[in-house]
């Protein structure tokens, strides 16, 4: 039997559709919260057929969440934000109809709106009359939402309660709850230091002015998020950004370049992996105006002078750790993202086109390292900070020493 110790503290959020194999969500909901997870439960209105909104409140411990314009419910926990609280979606049973309005992106109750409001990973796990699972409609659905980075848990294949043999049976509540603990990458960093980059940086013209881009620090922060979630400990190193710190991360905010390399130095000797995923601005203003710049001038000419390049600072010194970098590029993605590999002395990067990056929720890159390139995504960024993180704790496995030779 796999580990369950991945589902310590993880929210799930089970969302049931109509099916009578609906009546295995009470000993799922019993076998998640034993492994150390807190579920809610979505029910669609075909679903209370099957299984009692009462059964799964006594066994959650939680109101049932029903309706999507509940104004009782909304008040207690909104939808949205019981979409944000979610660390996985399971739906369980997906009935073959829900399944084919997640492929088409409806939002039109409670459960599929909540599926379209979350970033956290979504698995499903189908149950249905084998004859409906073996229809190409259904196969092509699955195929849609696979693509989409949603995780397929079965079905089983056996005797139906229609009386049929054949595929579509859910899998059992044990196997369920094994493969989302398989979701979780608990562990997978304890006892490592992580530093990590994010956010833009600004940089100062005069008192109320900057220099800065468009990076929101999603990327960054998703990765902290997912790094601390898998035991490590981690300090980042933040430019100005609207996020709230994740959990078990010690956040240092900075605005500048040069704040942001001097926190880094400062902090880089303790660290056994760096994560540079700030969009560093690239230049500053050669002078800061003390004073506000008064627009009485036609024109206005502003000298830059180059920022110093944090991530390569960090790699050229004698206490460096593992070093990850990002590239966003606009094209020749491998190419680039090799020669920045190489020109700034990294072990890994992750290379993504520039324009699909930017404030955006969901990614798709291409690890770069030495010997290989791997796909990571397309997914939401939490999703694909586990990715990356994982691919990171292969290559700097623990209690070894990170090459230190310098190129
Ligand atoms: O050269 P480029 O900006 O494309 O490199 C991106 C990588 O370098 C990212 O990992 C970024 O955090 C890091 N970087 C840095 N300091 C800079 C510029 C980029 O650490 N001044």
Redesign the pocket.
């Known amino acids: 039997m796999l580990n369950l110790q991945s589902l310590s503290n993880k929210r799930i959020l089970l969302g049931i559709t109509g099916g009578i194999a609906a009546y295995k969500c009470a000993e799922l909901t019993r076998l998640l919260i034993k492994a150390g997870a807190s579920v809610q439960v979505a029910m669609t209105r075909a679903a209370t057929e099957f299984i009692t909104p009462l059964t799964m409140q006594a066994l959650s411990g939680h109101r049932v969440h029903l309706d999507l314009l509940d104004p009782e419910a909304e008040a207690a926990m909104g939808h949205i934000e019981l979409a944000r609280w979610a660390d996985l979606v399971l739906v369980a049973p997906a009935s073959a109809d829900f399944l084919a309005r997640m492929a088409q992106g409806r939002a039109d109750d409670l459960l599929s709106t909540l599926i379209l409001a979350s970033s956290a990973p979504i698995a499903v796990a189908p149950a249905m009359n084998q004859a409906m699972w073996a229809d190409p409609a259904t196969g092509s659905n699955l195929a849609t939402l696979e693509e989409r980075g949603v995780h397929i848990f079965g079905p089983a294949s056996g005797d139906q309660a229609c009386g049929d043999i054949g595929p579509g049976r859910l899998l059992e509540p044990q196997q369920l709850v094994e493969a989302c603990a398989g979701l979780f990458t608990a562990g997978l960093l304890s006892g490592r230091k992580l530093l990590i980059?994010a956010g833009p940086t600004r940089e100062a013209i005069d008192p109320v002015r900057f220099i800065s881009n468009h990076s929101s620090g999603k990327m960054g922060y998703a990765l902290a998020a997912e790094a601390a979630a898998a035991g490590a400990q981690v300090t980042l190193v933040s430019g100005p950004t609207c996020l709230a710190t994740p959990e078990r991360v010690t956040r240092i905010d900075v605005e500048s370049?040069t704040e942001m390399l001097e926190v880094c130095l400062a902090k880089a000797g303790e660290a056994d992996i760096f994560i540079?995923?700030?969009?560093?601005s690239?230049y500053r203003p050669a002078e800061v105006s003390d004073e506000k710049i008064k627009k009485s001038a036609a024109t206005l000419d502003l000298r830059l002078v180059r920022?110093?390049?944090?991530?390569?600072e960090i790699a050229a010194g004698r206490q460096r750790p593992f070093m990850v970098?990002?590239?966003?590029e606009t094209s020749s993605l491998i190419e680039n993202g090799r020669a920045?590999l190489v020109s700034?002395n990294l072990d890994l990067l992750f290379a993504n086109q520039a324009t699909d990056t930017f404030n955006r929720d969901s990614v798709a890159a291409t690890a770069i390292f030495t010997e290989g390139e791997r796909e990571m995504g397309p997914g939401n960024k939490h999703h694909v900070a586990r990715q990356m993180l994982k691919l990171i704790a292969e290559r700097a496995p623990q209690g070894q020493e990170p090459d230190r030779t310098l190129v």
Do not use: C, L, M, R
């Open positions: 980059t370049a540079g995923v700030a969009a560093v690239d920022n110093p390049d944090i991530i390569s970098g990002f590239a966003a920045k700034k």
